[in-house]
Each structure stands twice: as C-alpha cells, then as structure tokens.
C-alpha cells in the first residue's frame, strides 16, 4: 500500500475516529487515502488554525481522544503553530499532519515548501519531515507514543508529496501501538508527603489540569474526602472536585479567582499541589504565595519540579498514579486513627465561601457582564461544557460560573489566542454531540475566527455561545489604565448598514445569519434567560451554533489584581445581602 494509506490505517488502530483539516495539493494523497480506508470521520475547517483548535477541543472532551488536524504544505503547517503553542502549554496531545513538496526540492525554494518541522519544533514533543516512505508507520507509532507518553503535547509529522505516493509493504493487522510510559510515586515518596500534611494545621489540595489529563478526578475527590483536606482547584482543574463541594475551596489567583478562594489560601500553611505548574497569574508574586507555608509538588514532568521555586518536596510522578497511592495510605491511616480531624479547619473554608462574594445582580442597560454570568448560571445546568480563551469575559466567567465536573470547563489556559474558542467549541461538540456545550466570547475573541460558525453550520454542530459585546478591547484597556491611556483598544464605530446598533459596530447578528447560524440580540437584563432558553431550543432544532449577542456597558473593570493574591482590586461594590448574588454557591451571610 502507499505510504499515506499506511498512516490512514495506523491512525484507526491508534484509536483516532476523527479529523479536522483543509485539503491542498501537497496532501492530496492522504487525504485519497483516508477516502478509501473509511472510518475516520473529517470535518472541513474554513481555517487551518482553526483545525487545529477544533482538533485540541476534541482531544480535551474526552479521557483517550487525540484529535488530528491536516493540513498542507507551506502556509497550512504555519497556521497550525499557533494551534501547536496552545497545545503544548496546555499539556495537550493533538497530531498535525501536513504536505509537503517533493523531498527533490526541499532547499530549491518550491512552491509552498518551508522547514515546518524546524518551525514547528518550540511547540511540539516531536516534528519531523519524513524523507524515507518506509519510515512513515514507524514515525506514526512514535508519534503517538509520544503524545501518550510523559507529560503529554503535539507532534507534527510533516509528508512530502513523493512519500506519501510511494508504496511500501506494511501490514496494518499486525500494526501495535506502543507501550506508553508515565513515572510513578512510590509508596515511600506518597508515605513522607502525608507525614507533612498530617503535620500541619490548615492544608489545602491544589488540584491542576493534570489530574483531568490522568482521568484521576474520582481519585482526588476520595482523597480528599479521606482526610477532609479542601481542594483549591487551578483554573485548568476547574471541575475535578464539584464547585458546589463541601471541600471546593474556590479558585485562587490574581484573576480566575474568587474572593474566598485567595482568602483561604491565605489562611493555610501547607499545600499539596498535584498535575499543576504554579502558573504565574496563580501564583501572582511568589513572596505572598510562598510565606508561611510548606509545598508538596507532584507532576508527571520532572523538570517542572522546582522551576517556578522550589518545593518542600518534589514528586515526579502521574497524577494518577500518585493518587492511587495517596488514597491507599489515606485508608489506612484513617483505619489506625492517624488522620488529624480536619472538620474545623474545612467548615471555615465555607464560612469564607458565605461571606466574602461578588456581586452579580444588576439591573442596568446596556448590561453589567455579572448579569450575564448570573442568568448563564440559571439557564445552564451542572451538565454544561464551557469553553472559552482569554479576555474580561474568560476572567469573570471564571469568578461567576459554575462547574461541577471534569472536562466541563474547557479553556485554553497558558497560550490564551484570541478566536480559539469557536474552533475549539465545535472540536468539543464533535467529541460529545449530545451535550451542551456553551461557549464564551468577548466581542474580539468571536471576531478572529468567526468564519469557522460556517463549519458548524455545514456539518450541523450545534452549541451555544454566548458573545458579550463592549465593543472594546476590554482586558487590554484595563491593562492600559497603569498606563494612563486608552489607545488602539476601541472597536467602535458607526455602521452604516445596521444604524440601530449606535457605536457598537460589527453586526453579529447579521454576520452569524449569513454564516448559516442562528442568532439572538439582548439589551435588557430580563432578556437574557428567555434568550438563553431559545437557544437551546434553536440549537436542538436546526442543528446549528447559536449565538446570544449581550450587548454590554462600555467600560467594566473586573476585578482583578496586578502584583499578588492578596490585594486584589474589586472596582465594583461587593456583594452585602443576598439579592446581590442569587446564584450564589452557598447563600450570602453577613457578619
């Protein structure tokens, strides 16, 4: 068979059912290839980038997924960097294939050739241009060890023309992936970490992305359990632990963070940190975020240990494989009465979580984007995926939503590209067509990559997103006021097409219409709901994305600190009774 065809085979056995991409010359032959093999459905992207964010959604849907992205030669593979940088930071396997010219013309300046592999490299585990057909299964096997193996990321494999068109012997019935290989604690390592923790007096689990990674959320939840120790979880381990969870802590940060969660971390004076990196807008400035207290860190890539500042106690191990044994010992502990009663220490996490939150319920047009989340919060159940990148609208969605399990606050954490989240939406929908997946843009978020609603629409995708609208770029002209300029962040303008819309410019409505999607438009808070509900039913009847355009105030500051976790500027009045913030976790008190 050809080579192309050999690739096509080991991507099935591999367990790969579906692919994102852009047919082009330089790819043809695969793209014959998985014509005639069958079986791995392909989604036509609009965008290569955007290929590869649908690829990564799909791959964080699911435990096992690894999403496919194609492209061809030249620009394709330099459109995906953006999609590999993302992955990579994020710790997130996704494959890119791409064409490539003839291996005769490498270095002749051919059309659409270019060193992606050497391009590609920063931003991936492995990228190789494959200059011999016999070699390609076993650069496909490698690849997906790889991916699997150790912290997780991307490979790039990059075919010539000329080598996906020769034919070599390969059986694919005889075809085995590899063994993957993940470090693992051993019982001495988890045995002194618990010596620590039961040491101390007010501890907390921080608990990272890698535990979702590892498919270990159950496993932290039991251990937690186990020793009544509450759980702070990072922005990317958003949903291991139930936010409603009588051990949730709440998020800690300078941004995705709630106002109890830092308040809590404050308070402790040990951390047990497992699958996280000590993300600098975590962590704001290390003097606040270290002092006082003692650090356990667990991680499956050794190098992390230490990089960010150095643990009390490093474990280079799977989160899985570490909770195993925590939870192992933990039992045993608790039956010889060894575990310290941490009952108190828990119950003033939730006092915390009573008192100390933000308001969300205001009644002022254009909206306040709190009111939003508020009715959000309303309108989508515990079984809603989010899925959302960067902005004021990522930041306060994390203040104000609500998540309840894994994989179901779904963000592009480190890398943060605008127009990832359509893209990455339709790659989650994909990978669960029967959930609700609601998505979260700001208005220059929704912008970048809007062409991809046209995938949605073309292979019936259906999601909800929701676009809050300031016409503004919102997070950077808060960032400009340190400062003392508001230049080049503003997107208003007059349309002379859609004059009702005033200075807020861009018709969405109009524009997702004629991508083949359905929209709504609210002004009113008491809009919001009704909007939300009709979405949903527009979104099961039609098949396609369906977008609810809020239309906001112009400036809100979010609450947000610059330096570290301990002064955080609110800029709004907190909440102080609570009809000011009715889809409150846990109901407001007063002192």
């Known amino acids: 068979m050809t080579a192309a065809r050999a690739a096509v085979e080991i991507l099935k056995r591999e367990g790969v059912s579906n692919a994102f991409g852009v047919p082009g010359a330089a790819i043809n032959p695969f793209y014959a290839a998985l014509k005639a093999s069958g079986g791995v459905h392909h989604t036509l992207a609009r965008h290569v980038e955007g290929a590869s964010h649908m690829a990564e959604g799909y791959t964080r849907a699911r435990p096992g997924n690894i ?123 988890i045995e002194r970490a618990l010596e620590m923790l039961n040491a101390s007096e007010r501890p907390l689990l921080v608990a990272g992305g890698g535990i979702i990674n590892a498919d270990a959320s159950e496993l932290l939840v039991e251990f937690a359990e186990l020793t009544g120790v509450p759980v702070v979880p990072t922005l990317m381990g958003w949903g291991i632990l139930a936010d409603d969870h009588e051990l949730n802590a709440g998020m800690v940060g300078l941004q995705t963070s709630h106002r109890y969660g830092n308040a809590n971390f404050l308070e402790s004076d040990f951390v047990l940190g497992i699958g996280n990196r000590w993300a600098n807008r975590h962590t704001g400035k290390l003097d606040v975020y270290t002092r006082g207290r003692k650090f356990v860190h667990i991680d499956i890539e050794p190098t992390q240990l230490g990089k960010i500042f150095a643990p009390d106690l490093g474990i280079a191990s799977d989160a899985k494989a570490a909770l195993e044994l925590f939870v192992e010992v933990a039992r045993e502990l608790k039956a010889a009465g060894e575990l310290k009663d941490r009952s108190r220490w828990a119950a003033s996490t939730q006092e915390r979580r009573a008192t100390l939150q933000r308001r ?36 306060a969605g994390a203040q104000m939503l609500h998540v309840y399990r894994p994989r179901h606050w779904i963000n592009c954490g480190q890398a943060g590209p605008l127009g990832w989240t359509i893209p990455a939406a339709l790659g989650v929908a994909t990978a669960d067509p029967e959930c609700s997946v609601v998505a979260l843009s700001g208005d220059y978020d929704f912008q970048f990559m809007l062409e991809e609603l046209a995938v949605g629409a073309q292979h019936n995708i259906p999601y909800v997103h929701v676009l809050v609208n300031n016409s503004y770029l919102g997070l950077i002209r808060q960032a400009q006021r340190n400062f003392d300029i508001d230049f080049q962040v503003n997107l208003e303008f007059e349309n002379i097409n859609s004059p009702e819309l005033g200075a807020y410019g861009v018709d969405h409505v109009k524009v997702v219409e004629g991508l083949g999607c359905k929209a709504i438009r609210v002004t009113e808070p008491d809009q919001l709901l009704p909007a939300f509900e009709e979405a949903k039913k527009l979104a099961a009847e039609f098949r396609v994305p369906v977008v609810v355009e809020a239309i906001l105030e112009r400036i809100t500051n979010i609450s947000m600190s610059g330096t570290d976790i301990a002064s955080v500027n609110e800029f709004e009045d907190v909440a102080s009774e609570p009809g000011h913030a009715p889809t409150a976790i846990r109901p407001l008190t007063t002192a």
């Open 67 to 189: 999403g496919v992205c194609i492209g061809t030669s030249g620009p394709a593979g330099t459109d995906m960097i953006t999609g590999l940088y993302s992955a990579i930071a994020d710790s997130i396997p996704i494959l890119c294939i791409t064409g490539q010219a003839p291996t005769a013309v490498l270095h002749k300046e051919d059309f659409q050739a270019v060193d992606i592999a050497s391009i590609a490299k920063p931003v991936t585990k492995a990228a190789t241009t494959v200059l011999e057909a016999a070699q390609v299964p076993g650069v496909f096997q490698q690849a997906f060890h790889l991916m699997r193996t150790g912290r997780p990321g991307p490979v790039l494999i990059d075919l010539p023309i000329d080598v996906q068109l020769t034919e070599i012997e390969f059986d694919p019935d005889l075809y085995e992936p590899l063994p993957v290989h993940k470090p693992a604690a051993s019982r001495k390592q």
């Open 360 to 395: 969300t319920h205001f009644d002022n047009v254009p909206l306040k984007p709190q009111r939003v989340y508020e009715e959000m919060n309303r309108a989508f159940g515990p079984e809603t995926r989010y899925v959302t990148t960067i902005g004021l609208s990522q930041i």
